[in-house]
């Protein structure tokens, strides 16, 4: 077939097919891109022939449509994805930040960013970067760090080694991430006579990694010797579906566990062994049966510093540790006793060599007492408002802020309080999103469901920015589904771009706000680790620095501007008849929430090793300086 390399593309990619566990289904939905020089006229033209089935989608930033693709995907399992194209320069800038995001989270993003001429005959093109000791050199080379297959099409054949690699990445549990496809404006339109059979139905298999039996039998035997093991259900419980299996699992060895963000809605919440989020932003059932355990056997886990509290959690010096990992790189990390396979296969062939040993833990009241006690701390949080003699949950702040904060909103709600409401109304009916901010670390702690899938977070690259556009891959990807999501207001101004997708794909999806006049996250930890409030806040400048008057503003004007209901809040009760109302509304819905700096959760039985100053103008800094230097002493040193 003579083609150009942007027409092969397209018919390409609409061939494109997975087989897992026996069902076969459709790879590529279609292709999101925001046209300018670099693709209109190539890409554009092949899209605009209409001899393909994909869908073609208009975002509204490059950032914001790559992560609207990453949740789609990342809600399908990793089964079904959108892939992303932009023009030169800016427009492929743009999209690092996506293709970093995807990467961390092991999500299949297919990228084809617009280059410039291969022949270099219009050199320099608009938009195009110099490098005058390297002149192969464009933006798109800034990919290469962030991605997991890297390409660049200057010849039209060289397209089909390429789309091959990269499907092969894509659909490779243990490698996926994003794929970048550079495409150079020439050569895009350049036609070449490709093979009718680079075109015929490829069925790519994704195929669990069967275990091997000694690797079995050496994990089963390190925890028939464990008498206080806890499991940590990581991402990929959730992308083997293997969640079920290993509930059942646990609870007959009794077991407990703790969930990573990504692991989170794999297992029921309402599992006798479910002890809620584990390590630095874990609740307090987690991190105190973890620090007694004597195996910690983690399940498809990349065991980051947020879940292991940067080495530290694990107080037992006996303990040991096992991974169950398709990824070897992973499951080499924490010195572990490794079993590279999928969850699902690895835990069935574990559970037959336990059963035969007649195996059961050493627990006797530990976690019943553990659960207990978190519960009654919900309770406490759920019913945290303010009134008289209202105290914040983070002590240390400028004492000027949640007076000024109450003064200019007449906003009362508190984060926690607010955040269980939202759960108690959504329950196992919705998904709720959540990415970067103080946010994913309540919700890891407070949020409960029973519906899998239904926590979706974005915290391995705690990436800001992305809950809006997550919001439109969810409700793509799950149409039957109520799809919250729940965004502080720093984020919500970093990217509210795909707002106006949103309405244009016609989705009805719910943005919540917490608006609290700053990064409060960040703000918490300057002000812990003995510095001041310094740009975190949003205030006027003042001098030197802006720490003059509090700003606050109205994120219900702006998505109303868009079309979207808007609500705003200043109570809790207030922020329930919302919901309630915004049940009958057919447009998207967006809900202001005006809550009290301060108001999030600090942290239980867990440390975070930040880098501090060693020296400073105050004692306090020195004390923390202290603190560190402890904390680094009693962690594992890898």
């Not at 007649?358 to 009134?387: F, Q």
């Amino acid at each position: 077939m003579r083609l150009t390399m942007a027409q092969a593309i397209v018919k390409f990619l609409d061939k494109q097919y997975i087989k897992y566990d026996g069902e076969v289904s459709k790879f590529v939905d279609g292709i999101f891109t925001i046209f300018g020089h670099g693709m209109a006229v190539g890409l554009g033209q092949a899209l605009d022939q209409d001899d393909h089935n994909l869908n073609v989608y208009q975002g509204r930033n490059e950032q914001g449509m790559c992560h609207v693709a990453t949740a789609f995907s990342k809600q399908h399992n990793r089964r079904k994805i959108i892939a992303c194209s932009s023009s030169v320069g800016p427009g492929s800038a743009n999209m690092v930040t996506a293709a970093a995001t995807a990467t961390v989270n092991n999500i299949p993003l297919l990228l084809f960013p617009s280059d410039t001429f291969a022949s270099r005959q219009p050199d320099p093109v608009l938009q195009q970067v110099q490098q005058a000791y390297d002149l192969t050199i464009t933006t798109n080379d800034a990919f290469k760090p962030v991605s997991k297959y890297w390409d660049r099409i200057n010849r039209p054949e060289q397209l089909m080694s390429a789309l091959i690699n990269a499907m092969r990445v894509l659909t490779d549990p243990a490698e996926t991430g994003a794929c970048v496809i550079s495409m150079p404006q020439d050569v895009e339109g350049e036609a070449y006579d490709y093979p009718d059979y680079f075109f015929e139905k490829r069925i790519h298999k994704i195929n669990r990694i069967v275990p091997v039996k000694d690797d079995v039998d050496e994990i089963a035997e390190l925890i028939n010797e464990a008498s206080y093991p806890i499991a940590i259900i990581g991402g990929g419980v959730k992308y083997s579906e293997a969640g079920e299996l290993i509930d059942k699992f646990l609870n007959k060895y009794e077991i407990p566990f703790g969930e990573t963000q990504s692991g989170k809605s794999a297992i029921k919440s309402s599992s006798k062994m479910c002890l809620g989020g584990i390590g630095v932003t874990g609740t307090y059932a987690s991190n105190i049966i973890a620090k007694k355990a004597d195996l910690v056997i983690a399940i498809g886990s990349r065991m980051t510093d947020f879940t292991t509290s940067s080495k530290r959690l694990f107080q037992n010096k006996n303990c040991k540790f096992v991974s169950i990992n398709v990824n070897r790189f992973d499951a080499y990390k924490m010195d572990a006793h490794q079993l590279v396979a999928d969850a699902k296969l690895a835990i069935e062939e574990i559970d037959k060599v336990l059963e035969s040993k007649n195996y059961n833990t050493a627990y006797t009241s530990e976690i019943k007492d553990a659960k207990a006690k978190w519960d009654k701390e919900v309770e406490r949080l759920k019913n945290y408002t303010y009134g008289k003699n209202f105290e914040t949950l983070i002590k240390p702040q400028d004492p000027r802020t949640v007076k000024e904060y109450i003064e200019k909103t007449n906003g009362t709600i508190t984060q926690t309080s607010a955040i269980i409401a939202l759960n108690e109304f959504i329950k196992d009916n919705g998904i709720v999103i959540t990415a970067g901010g103080s946010l994913p670390s309540d919700l890891q702690r407070l949020w409960v469901t029973d519906k899998k899938d239904a926590y979706h977070a974005e915290y391995g690259y705690s990436c800001m920015g992305y809950e809006v556009a997550a919001a439109l891959g969810v409700k793509m990807a799950d149409e039957d589904a109520d799809v919250y999501a729940v965004v502080g207001d720093a984020s919500f101004q970093m990217l509210n771009s795909e707002l106006s997708t949103i309405i244009q794909e016609g989705k009805k999806v719910t943005i919540v706000v917490f608006d609290n006049s700053g990064f409060g996250c960040i703000n918490n930890l300057q002000m812990n680790h003995a510095v001041g409030s310094l740009a975190t806040e949003f205030r006027k400048r003042n001098g030197q620095k802006p720490d003059g008057e509090l700003l606050t503003a109205d994120y219900t004007k702006v998505g109303e501007a868009y079309g979207f209901k808007g609500y705003t809040c200043k109570t809790l009760d207030e922020f329930k008849k919302a919901l309630e109302d915004a049940k009958s509304v057919k447009e998207p819905v967006i809900i202001d929430l005006k809550v009290i700096p301060k108001t999030m959760i600090d942290g239980y039985e867990s440390w975070w090793n930040v880098g501090v100053a060693e020296v400073g103008k105050n004692k306090e800094q020195e004390e923390v300086y202290k603190e560190i230097i402890k904390g680094r002493n009693e962690a594992r040193k890898y």
